[in-house]
């Protein structure tokens, strides 16, 4: 978020925050914040409803450095706490400062951020002003802190409501059948345009990823790819797709252009104008026998070919190949982390992390790629080519989705 543009949603916030505890303090009078007594102006040790006293300004600080959890806690201590926690502009102002910045988010915690387009505020309205005060507010379109909640990565586990009964049994009986080896298809740009080649550093990396070995058997005729093992327990086969031979991806990189795609065919355009692509035979061989996709794509600036991404992506992953129950992974991937560490201070917590330069944030990724309009399940997880930071991570859920018990 730009720094002008922050204060001005800060002020935005604070300022709605103010209007609340005016019309609180005007119902219910100052000696009901917090339901305690007032204090002793002698007294050494302030009572424990001190931080009720605050300017406005100062809470709303206090709870831009306060984890989700606590801010759930500090609602919990009184009907003013509770209430001015549950403020929809303070969890808008959160999601906007604080989604860039999230690792990962999967179709389930994907926020409905169409919300999030208009304006903060217009003039001196906030949405407060669209709400009435107390346990009898009007309820809004989005639920913001709902949104936040379940999509920020420190406590979405929680929010999540848990799985049903039967799904539960369902689980356990496939954990007693010997699981097979999941085979995933690989391909996108991201592994030819990056100064770093990602499925170079996958086969040299046995800290991360052993190679199980190359086994000597075909795909429809398309080959085995090369299989890996995951925490020492579970193998999986990861078929590569490239989009043409290697001396064109090369020359290609070099001239920082895209290499003529041979996977996919442009057969025109949908009513919408959206380009529809079609798959090569071969390819369509390989998704008819995969159980799931690893789409590699480009998070680094200056590469923006969403539409025909999504368009592609829309092929491969097309009913008339399989299932829409299979998982797509999609590997939100730059060459090198920034060398600089970073100070982030956010509502999930305040720490100190390498983030890669000028990457694409995986919110943004999503959208991008229009993965929410997708049926099938997927995940876009934040990863680094060079040190391959965050794959273990997206290769689990790849995994968990195929079924397989980790």
Sequence with gaps: MAGKTRQLYESAVIRSLRRFRD???????????????????????????????????????????????DICRLGATSHYWRAMVRDPLL??????????????????????????????????TTLED???????????????????LKGCPTCRQRWLPPRPPYEVVTSFLQSLVPMSEPRY?????????????????LMHAPDVLPVAGIPQRQINGIGSGISYTYNNQQKFNILTLYSTNR??????????????????????????????????SQVQKVCQVVDGFIYVANAECGRDEGELEAAQIRAALS?????????????????????????????????TRNRAKCRTPCVDMAQRLCLPQL????????????????????????????????
Aim: hydrophobic share 40%; proline share 9%.
């Design 23 to 69: 019309r609180y303090l005007s119902k219910a009078g100052n000696a009901a914040i917090g339901d305690v007594t007032p204090a002793d102006p002698d007294e050494e040790n302030p009572p424990f409803g001190f931080l009720n006293d605050l300017p406005v300004d100062v809470q709303f600080l206090i709870m831009t450095r306060l984890s989700p959890a």
């Design 247 to 280: 001396a064109e991806r090369e020359r290609a990189r070099a001239e920082q252009m895209s290499a003529s795609n041979k996977l996919f065919t442009l057969d025109g355009e949908d009513p919408s104008g959206h380009p529809i692509f079609s798959l090569a």
């Design 185 to 201: 298809a690989m391909f996108g740009p991201g592994m030819e345009q990056l100064d770093v080649s990602m499925v170079t550093r």
């Design 130 to 148: 669209e709400v009435e005060w107390g346990d009898n507010r009007k309820q809004l379109n989005v639920d913001y802190m709902a949104e936040y």
């Design 375 to 406: 049926p099938n399940p997927w995940m876009v997880q934040d990863t680094v080519a060079e040190s391959l930071s965050g794959l273990l991570d997206g290769i689990s859920w790849l995994l968990r989705c195929s079924g397989v018990r980790l």
């Design 319 to 351: 009913p008339a190949w399989g299932a829409t129950s299979r998982p797509l992974l999609v590997l939100s991937c730059v060459s090198r982390e920034d060398p600089e560490p970073t100070v982030t201070a956010s509502v999930g917590s305040s720490c």
């Design 91 to 124: 969890w808008r102002y959160f999601l906007l400062r604080d989604t860039p910045r999230w690792p990962s988010i999967d179709h389930v915690s994907m926020p409905h951020l169409e919300a999030l387009g208009s304006p903060l505020c217009s003039g001196d």
